[in-house]
Structures are given as C-alpha cells and as structure tokens.
Nanobody, 120 residues
Framework: VQLQASGGGSVQAGGSLRLSCAAP????????MAWFRQAPGKERELVAR???????YYADSVKGRFTISRDNAKNTLFLQMNTLKPEDTAVYYC???????????????WGQGTLVTVSS
C-alpha cells in the first residue's frame, strides 16, 4: 500500500490544520490506520489510531484536540488538528497495518511525512 501524506504547514499556536493521507488506487478499508509524529531529536510516537472497525485511540497529549477519521470510499485518512501548540511541531507520518496495535512495528506501510510547524 503506497501512502501519500499532505496538509502540513506553518501555523501559530491555537490554529488548526488538517492532514490527509491518500492511498491512490488501493482500498485500505480493511487496514488499521494511524498517525505518528517525530519531533527533532525525539523518537517517533503514535498520535492517533483508527482501526478497521472504527475504534479510535489518541495519545494523551492530543486528546480532545485532534480527531482521526477515514473516508474509505476515497481511500483517505485524515487528522484534524485543532488548538495546536508549539510542542506539536513535528513531521507527521501516516501508516497502515494489519494488526490493531499501538506500536510502531505493527505498521508496515508508511507515508513520506508532512511537516507541521507551530509557532508561539
């Protein structure tokens, strides 16, 4: 599954961005999908996950601010990010996997990453 992430950019604290992850020509309705992020000098961390059965998980740091969703008809995954903070600055990656897990190793397909920069 080839994934294409987009939607990153630069915003001020308190602003919003919507990330998209497309899988052109490939149905991903059966996959578990996730967004990870990696800040400079830090490990890649799970931000949000959405299983094929539409069960969500959010990291505590983004709970209540970020929303993960999917449009299976368009083979697209979204991450709506509201009330952004400077600590949300990172490269965001979308990922797909066969197992509904919270660990990076469970995801075998990755997008190229899209940079989100939040200024104070």
């Amino acid at each position: 599954v080839q994934l294409q992430a987009s939607g990153g950019g630069s915003v001020q604290a308190g602003g919003s961005l919507r990330l998209s992850c497309a899988a052109p020509g490939r149905s991903f309705s059966s996959y578990n999908m996730a967004w990870f992020r990696q800040a400079p000098g830090k490990e890649r961390e799970l931000v949000a996950r959405l299983t094929s059965r539409v069960i969500t998980y959010y990291a505590d740091s983004v709970k209540g601010r970020f929303t993960i969703s999917r449009d299976n008809a368009k083979n697209t995954l979204f991450l709506q990010m509201n009330t952004l903070k400077p600590e949300d600055t990172a490269v965001y990656y979308c990922a797909a996997g066969d197992i509904a897990a919270l660990i990076r190793g469970a995801y075998h397909y990755w997008g190229q990453g899209t940079l989100v920069t939040v200024s104070s």
